[in-house]
């Protein structure tokens, strides 16, 4: 039985977005049309060979590339300011995970949630700045992870379920053994002023790297096993708030307030004699105001790809089991798969009703298809199927 937890999973808070779908009163025929186009056409003006509609949900597919995907809603949940855990197949809910000593003393926002790989544990990050570990059978907390003096943003866990990372706001990462508490703490060192909070945190298929986005625009990777940060990748022009790894672990994916995805080629770093070597940190001139010729890393990593198309901030961003699609959620409330090989888009989904804050896909998945979960500020998670064509 496969679970879907809903929480706001948010990076720092941004503000509601009531942008509504431009209307285009020209009609057009398919032959004309864009991905971009379509965009900005009203629902009822796509040709319906270009679109998908539900009661209150379309998807819009990129009439410059062959059609891969369909796309189906199979839930939508309300959320509420606590943890609640869903069955994907029936919608039912299982059960809602609250710290009874804290609601004793008013509400508590959670920030970020994730699943450990059996499924067995949640972890969730609150705006007391705990990390509590969840045992979901007993509903009983398990562990409670203190050190972070700022909010907690970000939640990963690694494959063998053994090792968790989280991001705040405090500047750091830290890896938790998720049995004893013990924590290794990743610090970013920046000039006086410098705000370099950590939004996003994905921890390696391997176990072995932590990348982390931040508000300086930079994403940064250190080696678990000496601490040291070993590469500084440079090329948005915004906030990164979100980072994932591919399956592979070769490649890492970001999404910012620049509007842009990035799928960054980490092949050189992982190939290099010196990779766990460490970077110098804290000089004078911040990472972030450094000029950028290329877009890479400081060590041989590369954007290969961006991934352009959104209108407004790009949130969130994961990256499908098998490595085939990348999808993002952003402030202009759309849900968008893309090619990573090519940097285009299969379709473009609108179905919720403000910001998607969070998108994620389920790891139960085949060549022909799966779920992936979006949650919203208008207080909704879906749950869309989708499947090879």
Not at 75 to 91: F, K, N, V
Request: charged fraction near 20%; proline fraction near 5%; include cysteine.
């Amino acid at each position: 039985m496969d679970y879907e937890t809903l929480a706001p999973a948010a990076a720092p808070p941004l503000a509601a977005s009531s942008t509504s779908t431009a209307i285009t009163a020209t009609a057009v025929s398919p032959s004309q049309l864009t991905m971009a186009s379509l965009i900005d056409l009203n629902p009822e003006q796509v040709p319906p060979e270009l679109k998908k509609e539900g009661t209150d949900w379309f998807a819009i597919f990129n009439p410059q590339v062959q059609r891969k995907l369909d796309i189906s809603l199979a839930l939508s949940l309300t959320h509420e300011r606590t943890a609640q855990i869903y069955d994907t197949e029936t919608g039912a809910k299982t059960c809602t995970l609250s710290d009874e000593t804290v609601l004793k003393m008013g509400d508590l926002y959670i920030r970020s949630i994730c699943f450990s790989p059996d499924g067995k544990l949640l972890a969730t990050a609150a705006e007391d700045k705990l990390i509590r570990i969840w045992d979901i059978a007993s509903r009983t907390i398990r562990q409670v992870f203190s050190g972070h003096y700022q909010e907690v943003y970000s939640l990963d866990f690694s494959r063998n379920g053994l090792v968790l990372v989280s991001g705040s706001g405090d500047k750091t990462a830290r890896v938790w053994n998720v049995e004893t508490g013990a924590h290794q703490t990743l610090s970013i060192l920046e000039p006086d002023g410098v705000d370099a909070g950590v939004t996003s945190v994905a921890i390696s298929p391997d176990g072995q790297l932590v990348a982390a986005g931040s508000l300086d625009t930079v994403i940064r990777i250190w080696d678990v096993t000496t601490g040291n940060l070993i590469e500084r990748l440079r090329g948005h022009r915004d906030a990164v708030y979100s980072v994932a790894f591919t399956p592979d672990g070769k490649a890492l994916v970001s999404g910012s307030l620049d509007k842009t995805l990035k799928y960054w080629d980490l092949s050189p770093l992982l190939r290099s004699p010196n990779r766990t070597v460490g970077l110098s940190q804290g000089e004078s001139v911040p990472s972030g105001q450094q000029p950028v010729t290329n877009e890479g890393g400081e060590k041989g990593s590369t954007c290969s790809v961006t991934f352009s198309g959104h209108k407004h901030y790009a949130l969130s961003v994961a990256v499908s089991p098998d490595g085939a699609y990348v999808v993002s959620g952003s402030k202009d409330r759309g849900v968008q798969f893309w090619d990573p090989r090519t940097g285009l888009p299969q379709l473009r989904l609108l179905g919720h009703q403000n910001t998607v804050i969070s998108v994620g896909f389920s790891p139960v998945a085949s060549p022909s298809g799966g779920l992936i979960a979006s949650g919203s500020g208008d207080w909704t998670a879906r749950v869309w199927r989708y499947d090879a064509v």
